[in-house]
T-cell receptor
């Protein structure tokens, strides 16, 4: 079983839809959880960062962590064509160990 | 403030040739990383550095070498290029482990 599993998609939704992106993981030591967004032919950029369990909201984006289920989610409300990108989850057990990335989910928001 | 810069943007190598991918950052970050990204495979860590003079192997270090003589620069050396090293290479830097700033990438083809 891979440490971090992420459905690669592609996921195609109409503009204005609510999008749910998910990752599961096997290492119960993971405590730091991140979502990166990567536009085509660009480097990834940090979108959201969460420590341990709970929710975090930033504008149209909400990150959720359920450590009991080893499951993290990113919700995008009122999705826009500009949200079309690949979304990568990443996680780490502590501040001193490298991040482990998921494979990324490719999202297309259709106008 | 240029952030993370990478050169070259594109390169075609013949099997057995060598080359150095350059990476520089102007944010005074201690942490620097090299990743490769193959289609649908997410980001794989090649090498990382926690400061000048200190480097460590990541998940896929074979066929690569790094050095870190200054805070700003973190070059990646490919010796005896092989077709399996065809990939997009990203350099990143960070103040903490979580918010990594990525460069624009180098697309390398080995034929």
């Amino acid at each position: 079983q891979k440490e971090v599993e992420q459905d690669p998609g592609p996921l195609s939704v109409p503009e204005g839809a609510i999008v749910s992106l998910n990752c599961t993981y096997s290492n119960s030591a993971f405590q730091y959880f991140m979502w990166y967004r990567q536009y085509s032919r660009k480097g990834p950029e940090l979108l959201m960062y969460t420590y341990s369990s709970g929710n975090k909201e930033d504008g149209r984006f909400t990150a959720q962590v359920d450590k009991s289920s080893k499951y993290i989610s990113l919700f995008i409300r009122d999705s826009q064509p500009s949200d079309s990108a690949t979304y990568l989850c990443a996680m780490s057990p502590s501040g001193n160990t490298p991040l482990v990335f998921g494979k990324g989910t490719r999202l297309s928001v259709i106008a | 403030n240029a952030g993370v810069t990478q050169t070259p943007k594109f390169r075609i190598l013949k099997i057995g040739q060598s080359m150095t991918l350059q990476c520089a950052q102007d944010m005074n970050h201690n942490y620097m990383y090299w990743y490769r990204q193959d289609p649908g495979m997410g980001l794989k860590l090649i090498y990382y550095s926690v400061g000048a003079g200190i480097t460590d192997k990541g998940e896929v270090p074979n066929g690569y070498n790094v050095s870190r003589s200054t805070t700003e620069d973190f070059p990646l050396r490919l010796e005896l290029a092989a077709p399996s090293q065809t990939s997009v290479y990203f350099c990143a830097s960070s103040y903490s482990r979580y918010e990594q700033y990525f460069g624009p990438g180098t697309r390398l083809t080995v034929t």
